[in-house]
């Protein structure tokens, strides 16, 4: 069991450019969910998708897609990066019968130049 | 809305000292709390949570933490420091949605001196 996977693990990208996160968990959860991580803000939810086939925003959506391919799979998009991008960026996971534990990936680390 | 607020963005202990970590929230349900560690460089890990069962809630690696609705706190504690304890600790509440998501607070990082 690898739990959540996270690719890549460090990205380095010019203003504008675009790239996607890459997210798979192999636990059968139902919902994903991708946050960023802040100095001094601890983790801030991007989007998050209840189940296969939905997606909603969460508090700081702005610049970022997602699509959630597959059970399995939860990608995150930024179609023309900016510095204020760069950050940490978590996916996670969880099901109702974990009592809302959620299970975290690695981490990517993002650097917009 | 929920909101958690962590007392102390850093907390410095010698070993063997008591470990207090101050965690406050807001909910308008009852929540679920739960307090996550993150070492440098790694994901985060959880330590323990508290799901409106017994009210002292035992964690991994000697932690623990005790749900105080009067006071509407989720304080961390370990009776013993070790230099491996040294760390990010983050606490969050499941958002009083649908969603499931977590409301984190800002975090403590706790230093642990020899």
């Known amino acids: 069991n690898a739990g959540v996977t996270q690719t890549p693990k460090f990205q380095v990208l010019k203003t504008g450019q675009s790239m996607t996160l890459q997210c798979a968990q192999d636990?059968?959860?139902?919902?994903m969910y991708w946050y960023r991580q802040d100095p001094g803000m601890g983790l801030r939810l991007i989007y998050y998708s209840a189940s296969e086939g939905t997606t909603d925003k969460g508090e700081v959506p702005n610049g970022y897609n997602v699509s959630r391919l597959n059970k399995r799979e939860f990608s995150l998009r930024l179609e023309s990066a900016a510095p204020s991008q760069t950050s940490v960026y978590f996916c996670?996971?969880?099901?109702?019968?974990?009592?809302?534990?959620?299970?975290f990936g690695p981490g990517t680390r993002l650097l917009v130049l | 809305a929920q909101s958690v607020t962590q007392l102390g963005s850093h907390v410095s202990v010698s070993e063997g000292a008591l470990v207090l970590l101050r965690c406050n929230y807001s909910s308008s349900v009852p929540p679920y709390l739960f307090w996550y560690v993150q070492y440098p460089n790694q994901g985060l890990q959880l330590l323990l949570k508290?799901?409106?069962?017994?009210?002292l809630v035992k964690g991994i690696n000697g932690f623990e933490a005790e749900f105080k609705k009067s006071e509407t706190s989720f304080h961390l504690t370990k009776p013993s420091a070790h230099m491996s304890d040294a760390a990010e600790y983050f606490c969050?509440?499941?958002?009083?949605?649908?969603?499931?998501?977590?409301?984190f607070g800002s975090g403590t990082r706790l230093q642990v001196q020899p």
């Open positions: 996670a996971s969880t099901t109702v019968n974990s009592q809302e534990t959620q299970y």
């Open positions: 636990m059968n959860h139902n919902s």
């Open positions: 969050a509440v499941r958002a009083d949605t649908g969603r499931r998501a977590l409301t």
């Open positions: 508290y799901t409106s069962a017994a009210t």
